[in-house]
Antibody, heavy 120, light 111 residues
């Protein structure tokens, strides 16, 4: 059974870089059937797509974050990562790593989520 | 402001049916059958309930169904149960500059 687990600092200072890693177990991130995505949810608010990456390394980002976000793959460790630079309080959120269908775009496996707070 | 529009809240009594709408544009819901729905209980990760407008993941109750007409997709829950009380989000592929868009979410209250 495929499982995803987020890891990384729960507290990041404003203007610094948020870095999270998602470890995938029970399946390979090298599958050509899926994207690997990050979704975030600010406190009390809705879901926001951050970006998705394909096993080839092609990545797609939310334009509202595009200049600050990088998603990468480490196939040797079966992990993918999120880096978000120049963070502000608005980046405080629960961050979920997700498996996303490459052909149909739905998100069928979610990590439990990790809370990241940006402090001033 | 979310790209897809959902009602902020809906409610129903146990045993009743409710429908949650999700309105987009010709760049997303109106053109592509890549609409999905997610259920989220407080403090939990979202769970896929419907994909490709009408399909249910294996093992999911057939009380949940999806449909689409024009630029509006809908999630219907029949035979409401207390455990259906949750937030529900729609999502769609979009041909605009993003890959996918979400609705703002709908809080379902079972009275």
């Amino acid at each position: 059974q495929l499982q995803l687990q987020e890891s990384g600092p729960g507290l990041v200072k404003a203007s610094e870089t948020l870095s999270l890693t998602c470890t995938v177990t029970g399946g390979s991130i090298s599958s050509n059937d899926y994207f690997w995505a990050w979704i975030r949810q600010p406190p009390g608010k809705g879901l926001e797509w951050t970006g998705s990456i394909y096993y080839s390394g092609s990545a797609y980002y939310n334009p509202s974050l595009k200049s600050r976000v990088i998603i990468s793959l480490d196939t040797s460790k079966n992990q993918f990562s999120l880096k978000l630079s120049s963070v502000t309080a608005a980046d405080t959120a629960v961050y979920y790593c997700v498996r996303q269908s490459y052909f149909y775009y739905y998100m069928d496996v979610w990590g439990k989520g990790t809370t990241v707070t940006v402090s001033s | 402001q979310s790209a897809l529009t959902q009602p902020a809240s809906v409610s129903g009594s146990p045993g009743q049916s409710i429908t949650i709408s999700c309105t987009g544009t010709s760049s997303d819901v109106g053109t592509y059958d890549y609409v999905s729905w997610y259920q989220q209980h407080p403090g939990k990760a979202p769970k896929l309930m419907i994909y490709d407008v009408i399909n249910r993941p294996s093992g999911l109750s057939n009380r949940f169904s999806g449909s689409k007409s024009g630029n509006t997709a809908s999630l219907t829950i029949s035979g409401l149960q207390a455990e259906d009380e949750a937030d529900y989000y729609c999502s769609s592929y979009t041909s605009s500059s993003t890959l996918v868009v979400f609705g703002g979410g709908t809080k379902l209250t079972v009275l």
